[in-house]
């Protein structure tokens, strides 16, 4: 099992990875589909399923949709560009999508929220369809976007997700026990591990420059985030705060005067500043997912703002130690709030953040599992219950909390010697088996939990 550091963490656009950068993604490769046929095609169609038409609208499921079939990408979004092909699409119903004919598509007919049974696969499925001058459908597709912005197509799905066809890398582990016995075998860490296995595919000096590139965009969106404030989009009226608390903070250094506990509000508000920012759909990092996005930017910037000795040449372990911990998570269980709830979200990118901190703070192999164990285990059960669909309430507190107890969980990892009772590995497997008997209310289809006590204006 290979999963690349660049699949579990990619450069794209909020507020959610499995609700707006996957079904952006789904339309690419449905329009790549198109310019390979031979048909000649009139007009476009598409019906969201499941997880995806419960907060679609929420979560700017059909706007990124309609953008996809348009030609955007998350990676080459432009806001502003965007805004002026929904608004030409509103007004002639038409899609001009790149090396393809003029194509019908009224947003009000042929963009279809089906909230009846979800489709077979997962819960995030989506339809797309072609058809023809007269309106029958001649080209027909069904994508899953399984969590982290990763899409795959109903056959895809059924002949075995996560299957990895490229070359053999030098330590292809698939579970924990796998990876700490390679680890001892080789006397490597688990980043010398993971950078062999990049370097095999890609080479050292991809690996180099894409790890700087994503750590630029996290933390360039952590100060967006702490230099911007207003009101977030959506209609619930969610005030940004990271703003406000970060001037708080930056006033009080110097006085001898905070509590200790003031650095979880420092932890606090750098993942704070990451999830408005995906709130409002500015450019994130998925870490593994958007809704999640803000816990490991947290972390590694606690890290090198309030660590003494920590060091930015450190990074790309973490980025490393990070990824290898959530292929293990995404292959044996799942990364998708709509699969396992935000067990699978926020619960992983805890496990992910504190396993990189225990790494470049000097932790062993067996220390570095065991602080992502203890991370999991602590948000077991976490529903994911988004008021009003938005990723917005309790998501961008949530990451905070996630952040704290990613570094908390890294701590006490390091104070032991890395024996533990509960392994990495069973942890994985009882949030897979936790997610598979959590009510449908509970996983992002904004049925159930805060979702319905609290107002949605």
């Known amino acids: 099992m290979f999963l690349s550091v660049f699949d579990m963490f990619k450069v794209g656009i909020g507020p959610s990875s499995s609700h707006t950068m996957g079904p952006m993604v789904a339309a690419a490769r449905f329009l790549d589909q198109m310019r390979a046929s031979p048909f000649h095609f009139g007009g476009l169609r598409a019906s969201l399923h499941g997880s995806l038409a419960f907060t679609g609208v929420g979560h700017a499921t059909d706007r990124a949709t309609i953008l996809g079939l348009s030609g955007f990408t998350p990676e080459s979004y432009d806001a502003e560009k965007a805004e002026e092909v929904l608004q030409e699409i509103a007004d002639t119903h038409i899609i001009n999508a790149p090396d393809l004919p003029p194509l019908n598509f009224n947003p009000k007919r ?3 929220f089906d909230y009846d049974a979800p489709l077979d696969g997962h819960a995030n499925g989506m339809i797309l369809m072609a058809t023809d001058a007269q309106g029958d459908v001649t080209m027909r597709q069904v994508y899953y976007s399984i969590g982290g912005g990763f899409v795959m197509t109903a056959e895809e799905l059924a002949a075995g997700k996560d299957t990895d ?4 890398v030098p330590y292809p582990f698939k579970s924990a026990a796998e990876m700490l016995e390679m680890a001892n075998g080789s006397g490597k860490t688990i980043a010398a591990m993971k ?8 080479g050292a000096d991809h690996l180099r420059a894409g790890s700087k590139r994503l750590w630029q965009v996290m933390n360039d969106c952590i100060n967006r985030g702490l230099e911007t404030d207003g009101i977030l989009p ?5 005030k940004r705060r990271a703003k406000g608390i970060h001037q708080a903070l930056l006033a009080e250094r110097g006085l001898n005067q905070s509590a200790p506990h003031t650095i979880n509000d420092w932890m606090s508000v750098y993942a704070m500043a990451v999830n408005e920012e995906n709130a409002a759909g500015g450019q994130v990092v998925t870490a593994p997912t958007n809704g999640a996005a803000g816990v490991m930017p947290a972390t590694l910037r606690y890290y090198l703002d309030h660590v003494p000795g920590a060091s930015e040449s450190h990074i790309e372990d973490f980025l490393l130690t990070a990824a290898a911990i959530g292929g293990l998570v995404k292959f044996n269980a799942s990364i998708s709030g709509a699969e396992a709830g935000c067990q699978a979200e ?11 901190l225990c790494a470049v703070m000097g932790g062993t192999p067996e220390q570095v599992e065991n602080a992502a164990e203890i991370a999991l285990e602590h948000h077991l059960g976490m529903t994911c219950d988004p008021v009003r669909g938005l990723v917005q309430v309790p998501c961008i507190e949530r990451n905070g909390l996630g952040a704290i107890k990613a570094v908390s ?13 509960v392994p990495l590995d069973a942890c994985i497997e009882t949030m897979r088996q936790t997610g598979a008997d959590m009510s449908e209310k509970y996983k992002e289809t ?8 609290i107002p949605n204006c």
């Open 446 to 453: 904004s049925l159930g939990g805060l979702a319905v006590n």
């Open 234 to 238: 959506g209609g619930l009226n969610v």
């Open 165 to 168: 066809e490229g070359a053999p």
């Open 110 to 112: 042929d963009l279809v």
């Open 195 to 202: 950078r062999a296995n990049e370097e095999s595919r890609g």
């Open 409 to 421: 969980a890294a701590s006490l990892a390091l104070r032991g010697d890395g024996t533990h009772l």
């Open 346 to 356: 926020v619960g992983s990118a805890a496990a992910m953040s504190a396993a990189g």
